[in-house]
């Protein structure tokens, strides 16, 4: 019997004679025993910085920068520690702004930031959303290296601007969090569709994992620091998303420690290139088939593509919000149906480029080239249809879709969680990797 997250349950099934199954997770890591304490330990010995009660003096404007919900950062932790510091230093609580980096998602509701930061911090600062679409609430910062520079208004307003962030394996910047909270979560609509654009997705070096030569990570970042970023608190979850680091400091050399964490415990070997591979989501990011689509771009964009040409790529999501509702969402699912086939996807956006959101039907028609995505247990079958992937009631029905079409002798990688495990095929691993277990 085999388990994969679905929601915020699990979602229980067996091969099929003929299958053979290999499950692969990340190494295990010791959860913090104390967090708070850790996290408290982090802010009073910071990596390169001073502490943030030295750097912030009373009178100063402060913009915290908090992932939103689609994200699993334990804000609810990092951004009272973070008060906290700023409370010691004198800081008032109206000089302070906590921004919800939502990026070109839809804005986050009440409930969603309560979520967040708890009703005690809600009720006592300004939340606010960012609005890359709002030319009246971002500041133009110029250009870095043509990119065009845009980051909400009391993010460049502050004296203080810090972020919180979560590190683990990302489709773009390699690994998510230090910088990109800000330099993606607070910037404007021009400075995402830069990042996000095809000069940028079609590089070879915008991969999972890499941070070294990516020009992705590299580009977020100036923009990051010219915006003004100059302390970040970030962790580094396991697979129940509990804190197994974290980290403070100086934004730079803190993401790059966390990173080196990281890699050590979601990069595992695998021994080859499988038939059909099931990568779990789970909650919150298969609330909507934009979030949950990545959990099959990350399992093709690793190092080498750990599915055969040909082969299927399954994920289990809920997908309750459809594509999803914000203007990203929305521009993915029209690029995804409206387009005749996938070459078309892929050949507009690098003849015309394309808006913040629709990188993701850029990035899923690479992904669809090569293999067949199928998803399970969605609740929104048609828009996963009209998005050119197999909707499938059950894990039992999305394997006899692949034994169909690839026969019954298949080999299959199980994933359990897609987005915070990094198969990377090594032959050399392939008999000494305690991670991948051989199953029937």
């Known amino acids: 019997m085999y388990r994969v997250p679905y929601s915020q349950t699990q979602l229980e099934f067996d091969l099929p004679p003929g299958m053979r199954g290999t499950v692969v997770v990340s190494r295990p890591a010791p959860p913090l025993p104390d967090v708070e304490q850790a996290i408290a330990e982090a802010l009073a010995h910071p990596v390169a910085s001073p502490p943030l009660r030295e750097m912030a003096k009373p009178g100063d404007r402060v913009c ?9 950062s334990p804000d609810h932790l990092l951004v009272p520690a973070i008060l906290r510091e700023l409370e010691q230093a004198g800081v008032r609580d109206e000089d302070i702004t906590l921004l919800c980096g939502i990026g070109m998602h839809r804005p986050s509701t009440s409930e969603e930031k309560r979520a967040k930061l708890g009703q005690a911090v809600v009720e006592r600062y300004r939340v606010i959303d960012n609005e890359p679409q709002n030319p009246q609430a971002l500041v133009d910062l110029g250009e870095v290296h043509g990119i065009p520079l845009s980051v909400h208004r009391a993010a460049c307003e502050a004296d203080l601007l810090i972020a919180t962030g979560l590190v683990e394996p990302h489709q773009y910047a390699g690994y998510s969090g230090g910088c990109k909270t800000v330099a993606v979560g607070a910037a404007g609509e021009a400075l995402i569709a830069y990042s996000h654009g095809p ?73 080859h290139r499988y038939d059909v591979v099931i990568g779990g989501v789970g909650y919150p990011k298969d609330v909507n088939l934009y979030q949950a689509s990545r959990a099959a771009s990350y399992l093709f964009f690793a ?138």
């Open 64 to 72: 915290i920068v908090f992932t939103d919900i689609t994200r699993a």
């Open 199 to 271: 000069r940028f997705v079609d590089d070879p070096n915008t991969r999972l994992g890499r941070t070294e030569g990516n020009p992705f990570y590299e580009a977020i970042t100036e923009a990051a620091l010219r915006a003004g970023l100059r302390f970040i608190l970030n962790v580094v979850l396991d697979e129940e998303h509990r804190i197994v680091q974290v980290r403070a400091g100086e934004p730079v050399q803190t993401h790059r420690e966390l990173v080196a964490f990281a890699r050590a415990i979601y990069e595992v070997p695998i021994p």
């Open 303 to 440: 190092p080498i593509p750990v599915v055969k040409p040909g082969g299927f790529l399954i994920i289990p999501a809920r997908c309750q919000d459809g594509a999803g509702d914000g203007v990203g969402e929305q521009r993915f699912f029209a690029a995804m149906r409206d387009a005749q086939n996938v070459q078309a996807i892929l050949e507009h956006a690098r003849r015309y480029g394309y808006p913040p959101g629709q990188q993701r039907a850029f990035v899923m028609a690479k992904v669809l080239e090569e293999a067949r995505v199928v998803i399970v247990g969605s609740e929104c079958p048609d828009v996963v249809a009209a998005c050119k992937m197999i909707p499938a009631a059950t894990m039992e029905e999305a394997l006899e879709i692949a034994a169909r079409a690839l026969g019954r002798e298949l080999e299959v990688l199980i994933v359990p969680h897609a987005l915070l495990t990094l198969p990377v095929v090594e032959a050399r691993h392939a008999s000494s990797s305690p991670e991948a277990r051989q199953e029937n």
